[in-house]
């Protein structure tokens, strides 16, 4: 048995995520979890929102909300929608934890204590009216290189020329609209990244089993242009960690918080801390899974993540954990995820462009977004959502391949023999041959799950419940029972097993219809099937079953016309 540490990108607080989100992070998070855990291994899935930052503070002014209230409310959505999901999180956690905050603080002065942070003297904008330094993307003024009216000080979004705050002609405040703006010093920590960087270019070096997706892109940020570059660790705001050393104060960082680039990443190691608070473990309990001086040099620490989120990953909270000094776990190994594309377009929260996660569950059960999105999966390039392709692959894989074969053999069951696996018959050539099979197949499903392989590990495992109804298309009880009662009873028996072995094996893709087909069996034996012939013999003759409720519909075309013009517009 081993034991693995999951985590999946944080989301950010404000507001609901959208398909493209929950395929490339947190849905095959929990695939890996639930798999693992399936095999006897010890799990530990963390995911937390992130809380901190300025779109925070400006999404609870605008619901007219303290800005900790708004956070406390968006994270029960977010975590009632991950319910309704089924992921299977062991802790979702927060960032504005008093975890994370020491934590943080902690860092930070183990960083210092190192040599590892510059203070830096920079002018930024400050806000008269609103009495704060804006964040250059709340300045916006006239572009001074297309004259387009409503440019951001970080680049203008009509000639998408790169600015400074400073270049803007006429700049005002997007807050308040305020004009009576002017520069003051300001002073910042920097994490001294440069200086970390050969022994973090030597760590991406040592990870060559990892996806060429994810190390590309960490040697790009290491390697291109002036290399990797100092990172600014504070932010004048008033909503996130204050800026301290460790327990001390920081002098002339007062009023300051640690940018939220800093903190969130150290939610990962905090959220195993709430873990424990929430369920009555003592500190040892966590650390066992995150210090490697304290029980976690057994742990295998997998993240899983969308490719925007990899260099911070790579790099930056590494950089955090190596440049501590202590003996915190680094992560194993990284799955990183392309984009999801919707219907010709992207998906896009700030557009309100695609379909959004509670919108999803409001039309169907999470189970035919489970298993569409993680057997479409954008690992080796980006895919596309369309509801045409989504209709025609649930009706087939679900609907016509795996609930025709359990709702078929049950049905007939109870017709022919009542409500109980009829006895008599044995296994023929046909019977072992079918064990072969499933057995190889089994080996190729679990290669691929082990592997992270998430597209084609949905494929092997179709792969098996295919072979399940080529079996009973071969033998056809439903003739045989005529001539062969005896032998009829035999099929059934190994088909009623075989829905046993769906369901376990299928449980992590389609958690809510694998929980179906056991109640229907009247079993709660979730063990692997590691010997297939064995595993079709685990429910004996006289073994009571119920015919379960259709486990997926098919969707319509009126269904998919309807959607696809619901969700054609912007969500309002
Ligand atoms: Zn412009």
């Not at 309100?352 to 390039?381: K, T």
């Amino acid at each position: 048995m081993a034991r693995i540490l999951i985590t999946s990108a944080i989301p950010y607080i404000n507001g609901i995520k959208h398909l493209g989100n929950l395929v490339g992070s947190q849905l095959p998070a929990d695939l890996y979890a639930r798999y693992m855990r399936a095999r006897g291994h010890e799990v530990l899935f963390l995911c937390a929102t992130d809380e901190h930052g300025t779109p925070s503070e400006l999404a609870a002014a605008k619901a007219g909300k303290p800005v900790d209230v708004y956070c406390a409310e968006m994270h029960a959505v977010q975590a009632g929608i991950a319910r309704g999901f089924r992921l299977s999180f062991d802790h979702f956690g927060r960032s504005s934890s008093a975890r994370n905050r020491v934590l943080t603080q902690h860092f930070a002065g183990a960083l210092d204590a190192a040599g590892l942070i510059a203070e830096v003297v920079q002018q930024q904008v400050f806000s008269i009216a609103d009495n704060r330094f804006l964040p250059d993307r709340y300045i916006t003024g006239t572009c001074p290189n297309c004259g387009y009216t409503a440019a951001r000080g970080d680049q203008c979004e009509n000639c998408t020329k790169q600015l400074d705050p400073t270049d803007l002609i006429n700049p005002r405040s997007t807050i308040s609209g305020s004009t009576d703006l002017e520069l003051r010093d300001t002073r910042h920590l920097f994490l001294r990244q440069r200086a970390l960087r050969d022994r973090l270019s030597a760590w991406i070096d040592s990870k060559t089993e990892w996806p060429v997706l994810t190390t590309s892109i960490a040697r790009k940020w290491l390697n291109d242009g002036d290399g990797l570059q100092d990172r600014g660790i504070t932010r004048d705001l008033f909503w996130g960690v204050p800026v301290r050393k460790g327990t001390e104060v920081w002098p002339g960082m007062e009023g300051k918080v640690f940018y939220v680039w800093f903190d969130a990443p150290i939610e990962y190691i905090a959220c195993a801390a709430e873990w424990a608070d929430a369920t009555g473990q003592p500190d040892a309990a966590w650390q066992r899974w995150w210090r490697t001086d304290l029980g976690a040099d057994d742990v295998r620490y997998v993240q899983f993540m969308g490719k925007d989120n990899v260099p911070f990953h790579t790099l930056s909270f590494p950089a955090t954990i190596m440049g501590s000094g202590e003996p915190w776990k680094l992560v194993d190994y990284i799955k990183s995820f392309n984009y999801l594309n919707y219907d010709g377009g992207q998906f896009s929260t700030s557009a309100g462009r695609g379909v959004f996660m509670d919108q999803a569950l409001s039309i169907l059960p999470s189970d035919y977004w489970r298993w569409w999105l993680l057997s479409h999966a954008p690992e080796n390039s980006d895919s596309e959502f369309t509801w045409a392709n989504f209709q025609t692959d649930v009706n087939k894989d679900l609907a016509d391949v795996l609930g025709n074969l359990v709702s078929r053999v049950t049905k007939f069951a109870v017709a022919k023999f009542g409500d109980t696996l009829p006895a008599g018959g044995a296994w023929g050539a046909r019977e072992m041959r079918l064990v072969a099979d499933l057995t190889a197949g089994l080996a190729a499903f679990e290669a691929m799950m082990d592997a992270m392989e998430v597209r084609k590990a949905a494929a092997e495992l179709r792969a098996l419940w295919v072979l399940g109804n080529e079996y009973l298309q071969a033998v056809a009880p439903w003739t045989v029972v005529k001539t062969d009662p005896e032998q009829a009873a035999a099929m059934i028996r190994l088909a009623m097993n075989l829905i046993r072995v769906f369901a376990v094996t299928s449980q992590p893709f389609i958690p809510d219809a694998a929980e179906a087909m056991l109640a229907a069996l009247r079993t709660d034996d979730w063990s692997w099937p590691a010997d297939m012939a064995q595993a079709l013999l685990t429910l004996p003759a006289g073994h009571g079953f119920a015919v379960p409720e259709n486990l997926f519909r098919k969707i319509t075309d009126e269904e998919r016309v309807d959607w696809q013009t619901r969700f054609s517009g912007a969500r309002t």
